[in-house]
């Protein structure tokens, strides 16, 4: 017995030890990491704050334990407009019980200097997945912020300078290949088609670049007003139907079905006599017509043989358009990164189809700009659906807004929540 004993007493001591080992391991290891560290419980008090989040914040680790972490973890977005709950990745962390990233934020000091940060902010579960804390982790990107932004300016300089003489270079090789200007030889004539084609990618290719640098930097030209989607969409769906017919593709508008997954109701379906609700939304019409033909401009690339539905549906906060395709579909391990800078899948359909992979990376960037979201459902071979949710603006809002100066309400669609 004694022997047994002996053993046992061991075995927690060694227990113990080993525990008290780890514990100086992880004390070791968050009190020297450059980034902060910073424990909250669920009352929202600071219960850990280790030496960078010191450094960060001009607090001091005794001051800050202990009190509410908003007046210490002061967010700001780039503009230095404070962040709002629905945008505190802290407060998110706590709400969706899920880990959170924000890599535009700006921390505020005590001092209220401007640092350029990147949160991540992991909730931590009870066993009933209640949240009991959450864990954020910031890191000082000041110096990537400014490198980055000095080459989106460089980029946004260079795209501008370059997409002029390449405009002229375009009009030349048309004019050559137009019979009423120039006589060719059918040879050079196929050269000239050539270069035209290539001339032609590298123009959008220049403007995509300037679009995109713009609207990293918030530059981009937007002039909101109040939009009726049916009619709009209804309209720019006869624009665009043509591109696709040429690749005896079937375009079709629908109006009232969400598809699958969406969590929208019906607001009728295409041939039901019920008063059709109007959805109103707050926006630029070149803007939104920007990222729905490049949406539409993608169906027809990425699909050889069926059909490309634009449709309308929506409840009474969010506007849905989506525009789906029977083409080759999007491999799921794709799907988080499309809305990325530069991102392209990389199969046979890319590799033989020309692009920037720029499109989405604007399409996300302009309807963020409206407060809305843009995702996509995709299915490999069988085809892809990207929907975009923008806030509904209600009818009586919306004849006000149009009655008045469409900038006297601006403010209060800013304040949307995000959806
Ligand atoms: P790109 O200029 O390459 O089309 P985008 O940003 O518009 O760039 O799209 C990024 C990538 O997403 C494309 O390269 C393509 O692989 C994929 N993609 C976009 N839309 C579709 C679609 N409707 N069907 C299949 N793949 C798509």
């Not at 005590?110 to 959450?134: C, H, M, Q, W, Y």
Request: proline share 3%.
């Amino acid at each position: 017995m004694a022997f047994w004993n002996k053993h046992k007493k061991v075995a927690v001591g060694q227990v113990v030890s080993k525990l008290q080992m780890e514990q100086v391991k992880s004390d070791i290891i968050i009190n020297s990491i450059d980034d902060g560290v910073v424990l909250i419980d669920a009352q929202k008090i600071i219960r850990l704050f280790n030496p960078a989040a010191s450094k960060m914040t001009g607090w001091n680790q005794n001051e800050a334990l202990g009190l509410d972490y908003k007046s210490i973890m002061r967010l700001v977005d780039e503009k230095n407009n404070p962040y709002r709950e629905d945008q505190d990745p802290f407060n998110r962390a706590f709400t969706e019980a899920s880990p959170v990233r924000d890599n535009q934020a700006v921390l505020v000091s005590r001092s209220e200097k401007f640092l350029s940060v990147t949160v991540s902010v992991s909730p931590l579960l009870d066993e009933n997945k209640a949240v009991i804390g959450v864990v954020g982790i910031f890191r000082d990107v000041s110096e990537e912020r400014t490198q980055e932004r000095q080459r989106a300016e460089f980029i946004s300089t260079a795209s501008h300078e370059m997409r002029t003489p390449v405009a002229a270079i375009e009009g030349y090789l048309a004019l050559a290949m137009n019979d009423n200007v120039s006589k060719i030889d059918s040879k050079a004539r196929g050269f000239l088609e050539k270069a035209h084609a290539s001339t032609k990618a590298l123009g959008d290719l220049f403007q995509d670049l300037l679009t995109s640098a713009k609207a990293e930097d918030g530059r981009l030209s937007n002039h909101p007003q109040v939009l009726e989607m049916d009619q709009y969409l209804e309209q720019l769906t006869q624009d665009l139907r043509f591109a696709a017919e040429k690749k005896a593709l079937t375009v079709e508008y629908m109006v009232g079905s969400g598809g699958a997954g969406t969590g929208l109701i019906d607001a009728r379906d295409g041939n039901s006599k019920v008063i059709a609700p109007i959805y109103y939304v707050y926006a630029d019409p070149d803007r939104l017509r920007e990222v729905i033909t490049n949406l539409f401009d993608n169906s027809v690339k990425y699909t050889d043989s069926g059909k490309i539905t634009i449709g309308l549906t929506g409840n009474n906060q969010v506007v849905q358009l989506y525009i789906k395709d029977t083409g080759a579909g999007i491999p799921a391990e794709d799907i988080p990164h499309l809305f990325e800078k530069f991102y392209r899948v990389d199969n046979s359909a890319t590799r033989t189809v020309g692009g920037t992979g720029l499109g989405l990376f604007i399409c996300r960037k302009i309807i963020e700009m409206y407060h809305g979201r843009i995702w996509t459902e995709s299915e490999l071979g069988k085809g892809s659906t990207f929907y975009i949710n923008l806030p509904r603006l209600e009818a009586n809002k919306a004849a006000q807004m149009k009655a008045n100066q469409p900038t006297d309400v601006l403010p209060e669609i800013q304040g949307a929540t995000k959806i």
